[in-house]
C-alpha cells in the first residue's frame, strides 16, 4: 500500500492550540539547566510515538536537536530541504538521516549526518541526551539527539539537500499557545498532527514564514512534555 501523502500541510484545517498550557520558563531552558534534565534518569515513550501511519520494514536514523546559544537565549537549528528530494522535499527539518553501517551508534549518526548536512564540526557539539524514539510515515525510527552548539562555529551546507539552514527561539517553540492542532480524512483514516509556524528571518536576513510540522514538530512537542517533567 502507498503511504498517505499531505501535499500542503498549510492548508489542513486547525482544530485547536494548546494555549492552555504553560510556556516553559526561561530558567527551564538555559544550558545548566538542559544538562541537569538530561542527566537525571529518564526513558518510555514519547508523548508522540510516531507519524500514525507505517507500511513495510523499518530503518534505525537520528536527527541532531542541536541547540544554539544567543544572546537572547538558545535557538533551535534547522534546516529547509532541497525541493527536489525524494521524501520530505522542501520540509523544515532537523539535521540528520538514515544509520550506516560505519556508525557506531545514534549519537554517531546524528553527528555525521550533521557534519555531512550542515558542516557542522563534532568538536563544537556537545551532546546532553536523547529523546524516545519517533516513527515517521517513511519507515524510519528516529533517535532525536539533543545538544549544545559551541560557539564559535561556521555551517557549510550540502547544497544536493540543504535550501537553507536557520534558528528558532527555543522558547518560541517550548510555548503551546503556538502548537497547532491539525486534523484531516486521508485514505480513510483520521490523522492528526502539529504544526508550529514561526514568523522569522532566514540565514540570508530576509523575513518569511517557515512552516515546521510533521515529525520535526512531534519531536519538539516530545522535547516540551520532556522538560515540563
Not at 508523548?47 to 500514525?52: S, W
Not at 520530505?88 to 532537523?94: D, L, M, Y
Amino acid at each position: 500500500m502507498a503511504r498517505p501523502r499531505i501535499v500542503d500541510p498549510a492548508a489542513i484545517p486547525v482544530v485547536g492550540t494548546d494555549h492552555h498550557l504553560p510556556a516553559l520558563s526561561p530558567a527551564r531552558l538555559t544550558p545548566q539547566a538542559l544538562r541537569q534534565r538530561f542527566s537525571a534518569p529518564h526513558g518510555g515513550q514519547g508523548e508522540i510515538a510516531g507519524d500514525g501511519f507505517v507500511s513495510g520494514s523499518l530503518a534505525p536514523a537520528s536527527v541532531l536537536v542541536a541547540l544554539v546559544p544567543r544572546d537572547d537565549g538558545l535557538h533551535v537549528l534547522l534546516t529547509r530541504r532541497t525541493e527536489h528530494l525524494r521524501d520530505h522535499a522542501g520540509q523544515v527539518s532537523f539535521p540528520g538521516g538514515r544509520a550506516e553501517a560505519e556508525d557506531a551508534d545514534a549519537v554517531d549518526t546524528a553527528l555525521r549526518e550533521a557534519e555531512e548536512e550542515v558542516g557542522l564540526a563534532r568538536e563544537r557539539v556537545e551532546i546532553i541526551g536523547k529523546l524516545p524514539i519517533y516513527t515517521t510515515v517513511t519507515n524510519f525510527v528516529v533517535t532525536p539527539v539533543v545538544a549544545l552548539l559551541l560557539p564559535p562555529f561556521t555551517l557549510k551546507l550540502d547544497a544536493v539537500e540543504v535550501a537553507e539552514a536557520f534558528e528558532v527561539p527555543l522558547a518560541f517553540l517550548m510555548t503551546p499557545a503556538h502548537h497547532q492542532r491539525h486534523q484531516l480524512e486521508l485514505d480513510g483514516r483520521s490523522r492528526q498532527f502539529i504544526s508550529m509556524p514561526w514568523d522569522g528571518r532566514g540565514a540570508d536576513g530576509v523575513q518569511r514564514r517557515y512552516f515546521i510540522w510533521g515529525a520535526t514538530a512531534a519531536m519538539l512537542r516530545n522535547l516540551y512534555t520532556f522538560l515540563s517533567g
